[in-house]
């Protein structure tokens, strides 16, 4: 059993940056993917980005390449989103993720179903 806690999240002026954290306790997290997701008030939640166990890999939405990054300190057993560049439409719920299964493709990584382990989530709002 994995228990993740995120922390970082808050409010943000457009064009501001955030970053933050998923704490992992329990599990293997070494052997862990990783995933980042949000949900907007009215919609569904969405893949973020994701890394996979040896953090070689990474994936992203299309709405946030090259502004968001995703990493992960093993060793801390900890997973960050950098977010750069926000924008009001980044305003949501993010929530971390785990899966046992630490490799994957891009489609996997993206698939929330994939994901066994969810944190309560932080709140993201981004100001006009």
């Known amino acids: 059993q994995v228990q993740?806690?995120?922390?970082?999240?808050?409010?943000?002026q457009d064009g501001g940056s955030l970053r933050l954290s998923c704490a992992a306790s329990g599990g293997t997290f070494s052997s862990y993917a990783m995933g980042w997701f949000r949900q907007a008030p009215g919609k569904e939640r969405?893949?973020?980005?994701a890394v996979v166990w040896s953090g070689s890999r990474t994936y992203y939405a299309d709405s946030v390449k090259?502004?968001?990054?995703v990493s992960r300190d093993n060793a801390k057993k900890m997973v960050y989103l950098q977010m750069n560049s926000?924008?009001?439409?980044d305003t949501a719920v993010y929530y971390?993720?785990?899966?046992?299964?630490?490799?994957?493709?891009?489609?996997?990584?993206?698939?929330?179903?994939?994901?066994?382990?969810?944190?309560?989530?932080t709140q993201v709002t981004v100001s006009s």
């Open 46 to 49: 969405e893949f973020v980005a």
């Open 4 to 12: 993740l806690v995120e922390s970082g999240g808050g409010l943000v």
């Open 86 to 89: 926000l924008k009001p439409e």
């Open 96 to 121: 971390c993720a785990a899966d046992q299964y630490g490799g994957g493709t891009n489609e996997r990584r993206q698939s929330r179903r994939e994901y066994e382990y969810w944190g309560q989530g």
């Open 66 to 69: 090259g502004r968001f990054t």
